[in-house]
């Protein structure tokens, strides 16, 4: 593509990105569950993160997150659909469900690489970092949900065993 015109540059690169986010969304779905374990090195917590409090002080998430599309996940998964009475299966779900987010648009980033590859550098340099843009406030908005989930899990599990134990204690 080096000699061909910057709007054909622009319209094969955008082509090729939305086959590309296609592709991956697509592969996300086929994936193996195994990979989107949370507690995989890949989804875990960075020091820097301090389990999600930087994502709401230094990118003021809380202000932006809600506004951006969502998707719904796979088998019609949404945080939409909340239940009123959260069970660990449901966060363990969510939380995965985050992961699999997560995964998605990290793949989705890949097509940066392919942006440089096939392009004159600075188009490709351009188109490579809108494709960043584009992903990485979802991959932040995901690491920052599953941090929040993984707090009221762990909330819930703590309640389940002061009841066990208080139940216990009753009929002793």
């Known amino acids: 593509m080096r000699g061909a015109s910057i709007w054909t540059i622009l319209l094969v690169n955008i082509i090729l990105a939305v086959i590309w986010h296609f592709l991956m969304f697509f592969a996300c779905l086929k994936v193996k569950l195994s990979r989107f374990d949370p507690n995989l090195r890949f989804y875990q917590a960075k020091p820097w993160e301090k389990n999600g409090r930087w994502y709401s002080k230094f990118l003021k998430i809380n202000i932006w ?18 239940e009123s ?11 995965m469900e985050t992961c699999r987010g997560e995964w998605d648009h990290w793949m989705c980033c890949l097509y940066a690489i392919i942006s440089l590859i096939i392009n ?18 979802f991959i932040a908005i995901q690491r920052y949900n599953r941090f ?11 309640e389940q065993a002061r009841m066990a134990s208080s139940s216990d204690g009753v009929l002793a």
């Open 120 to 137: 004159p550098f600075w188009i490709g340099l351009i188109l490579g970092i809108l494709v960043l843009l584009g992903n990485l406030p």
């Open 148 to 158: 929040r989930l993984q707090t009221l899990r762990k909330r819930l599990l703590r």
């Open 65 to 82: 997150k809600d506004h951006l599309p969502q998707h719904t996940g796979k088998d019609g998964f949404t945080k939409e659909h909340m």
């Open 85 to 95: 009475h959260i069970t660990l299966s449901y966060l363990d779900r969510f939380i």
